[in-house]
């Protein structure tokens, strides 16, 4: 994995480290792909059987299955094993990126000074929404937003390498997978986009942001996030590979651009960090920002689509009780996101909710499309 | 001691994630002994690793240090097997998860009890 093309703010791993890290992925593998069968098979010959005789019914929610599955002795082992496993492999990376930490932060001071195209605008007074400030998301001690010493860049290089990590490879060298989907979804399905301005909204360290540079050539690319460790993060990382792109500090709630002045305006997995007040006003947001005719994109985890039984729901639904994101489950399996794309001003015939393939892999994210009217 | 000046220095960073700690197993020491264990399974894959890339240097040479076992680069075939290991490892180490292991002592099966006095009848 160490071998394929680096860029210079990515954290190196030691040889040690990289056995770590090795192990700790196959041990989620483990859990989460070679044991679901026996924990289905658990709820099939244990709990739904236990469930019928409780209620004279089959369960009808994830609810309905936690009520018979977190009394498993299978099912608590279980979970306690993802749970260690979440806090050992995020402490783990956490020691890689520490360790660095210092040399990170000379050379995004030193690109930051030197920068070729791209801008960095901090804003120091800007307010943390609490849904991802009032715990730890997805278990990762001190956030988005833990400054370690003057100019950090630590969050935003732990999510880098973390992330990076765990694709094994399979999210592309430069870990942007999403990214790539989304232009991919955009250029098959608004084949006649000539996009002068994109915005990316909560995009962390950047990844997902660059490859809309590529795919569109000429455009100005912009990146807004709420944490600014991540965001310097960012800005050296888009130097480092020599690609143009304007970061800056915003609430996706409310930004400071004008009315009409984006052609496109995409997220990735930002939605399901939010809160649900927070989808409608982003989605809000995304309609006053876009010109008419103008496209926005959101992508988010498949599971919206793909689980559809209550098992399923349930299952998916671990990282709401285990792993520190409040508000997972309710945007995965209970809001109506296009009743809210509907009274953000979105016109119901040009809505879709669907999945987008990444290209060349066998994974998928849920997808929400829509164009703003009035070209 | 330290030339670097305070501000500059990085503090140590929080260990310990702000927020809902479930409580899977029922008792928070029980989930702390499976972090223990977990932990020193880990470094039980790191301590195979290295010990697999000594062996293999010393294949090629009488005599390496430290720095060539830290810049050793395993090849895609010695990347494979070492996966190989860790999946068998993970397999051994994980062997509870995939037995049918009854939770009450008696569950399912015969009784012990009446075996014990089964055998022990004249
Ligand atoms: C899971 S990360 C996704 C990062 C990136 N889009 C990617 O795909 O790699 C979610 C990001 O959304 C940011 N975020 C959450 N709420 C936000 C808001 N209201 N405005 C801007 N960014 C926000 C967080 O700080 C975090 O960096």
Redesign the pocket.
């Known amino acids: 994995m160490q071998s394929l093309a680096l860029h210079p703010m990515l954290p190196r791993q030691s040889s040690e480290e990289q056995s770590r890290h090795a192990f700790l992925v196959d041990f989620k593998n483990m859990l989460s792909r070679d044991l679901s069968g026996r924990l289905q098979g658990v709820y099939e010959t244990e709990a739904l059987p236990e469930f019928r005789k409780r209620f004279n019914r089959d369960p009808e929610t994830r609810q309905d299955v936690a009520k018979v599955m977190r009394e498993q002795p299978f099912y608590q082992i279980w979970s306690a094993l993802n749970r260690v496993q979440q806090e050992l492999y995020v402490d783990s990376t956490a020691d890689c990126v520490e360790r660095q930490l210092p040399g990170l932060i000379d050379k995004y001071k030193d690109l930051k000074k030197n920068a070729k195209h791209g801008t960095l605008e901090l804003s120091p007074e800007l307010k943390i ?1 609490r ?2 400030s009032a715990v730890d998301i997805h278990c990762i001690p001190g956030g ?1 937003f833990l400054e370690l010493a003057e100019d950090d860049v630590y969050a935003g290089a732990r ?1 880098d390498i973390g ?1 990076f990590i765990f694709g094994r490879g399979e999210r592309g060298p430069l870990n942007d997978a ?1 990214g790539q989907t989304g232009v991919d979804f955009l250029k098959k399905n608004y084949p006649d986009l000539k996009p002068k301005r994109i915005l ?6 950047g ?2 942001t660059l490859p809309y540079v590529a795919a569109y050539p000429g455009a100005e690319v912009y990146g ?4 600014a460790p ?1 965001l310097r993060y960012a800005h050296a990382r888009a130097e480092a590979l020599d690609i143009p792109c304007h970061f800056s500090q ?4 409310h930004t400071t651009f004008e009315d009409g002045s984006f052609d496109i305006v995409v ?4 939605f399901h ?2 809160s649900r007040k ?1 989808v409608g006003t ?1 989605l809000r947001e995304c309609h006053r920002l876009l010109k008419p005719g103008g496209v926005m994109l959101h992508l988010d985890v498949p599971r919206r689509l793909t689980a559809t039984t209550p098992y399923d729901q349930f299952v998916a639904d671990w990282d709401t009780m285990n792993n520190n994101e409040p508000f997972w489950g309710t945007f995965l399996f209970d809001i109506d996101i296009r009743k809210l794309a509907l009274e953000a001003g979105f016109a119901e015939s040009q809505l879709k909710e669907t999945l987008a393939n990444v290209p060349g892999g066998k994974m998928n994210y849920w997808a929400l499309a829509a164009t703003k009217a009035g070209a | 001691m330290n030339a670097v000046p305070p501000k500059k220095r990085a503090q140590s960073r929080p260990r310990i994630p702000k927020g809902y700690r479930p409580n899977n197993l029922g008792d928070p020491h029980v989930e702390r002994v499976l972090s223990i264990t977990m932990a020193v399974a880990t470094e039980v894959s790191v301590l195979h690793d290295k010990i697999d890339t000594m062996a293999r240097l010393s294949e090629s040479q009488s005599k390496f240090s430290i720095a060539d076992i830290e810049a050793y680069e395993p090849t895609a075939e010695v990347k494979a097997e070492r996966e190989k290991w860790r999946k068998d490892y993970l397999q051994r180490l994980l062997r509870i998860m995939w037995e049918d292991i009854p939770d009450a002592p008696e569950a399912r099966g015969t009784s012990y009890s009446g075996v014990v006095r089964e055998v022990s009848g004249e």
């Open positions: 929404p849904y991802i988005y999510y992330s999403r990316d909204l909560g995009c962390a360290s990844m997902n807004i996030d709420v944490s991540c915003q609430s996706a709630e997220s990735h997995i930002l960090e939010t927070a982003i």
